[in-house]
């Protein structure tokens, strides 16, 4: 039983850093697979924020590159989120996801996801 968790989210100013931290447990045995954060604000659809794939590879959206960086543990069970410099409209639930694939991880055959963690910057 795949299990998801995240944990790290809270009130903290603009500017700050923050490091939001998953743990994924009973993954099933799959040859491509990716773990990755989204974020939800009210009214607006969950958004892609940094994904990792088995391999190792990255990708971020625009709004976060060169200030997020995705990274993982060495047993590739827990994900962590490094959030620099901030900004108000980073204020969303952060949700941890880990997902399988076939062919590209955008194109998921099943996917599982954490609670969501709460993160709001103040201005």
């Known amino acids: 039983q795949v299990q998801v968790e995240e944990s790290g989210g809270g009130l903290v100013q603009a500017g700050d850093s923050v490091m939001l931290s998953c743990v994924v447990s009973?993954?099933?045995?799959?040859?491509?697979?990716?773990m990755g954060w989204f974020r939800q604000v009210p009214g607006k659809e969950r958004d892609l924020v940094a994904v990792m794939t088995e391999a190792g590879d990255t990708n971020y959206s625009d709004s976060v590159k060169g200030r997020f960086t995705i990274s993982r543990d060495n047993a590739k069970t827990t994900v962590y989120l490094q959030m620099n410099n901030l900004k108000p409209e980073g204020t969303a639930v952060y949700y941890c996801?880990?997902?399988?694939?076939?062919?590209?991880?955008?194109?998921?055959?099943?996917?599982?996801w954490g609670q969501g963690t709460q993160v709001t910057v103040s201005s």
């Open positions: 009973g993954r099933r045995t799959v040859d491509k697979y990716a």
């Open positions: 996801s880990w997902w399988y694939y076939k062919e590209s991880y955008y194109s998921r055959e099943y996917d599982y």
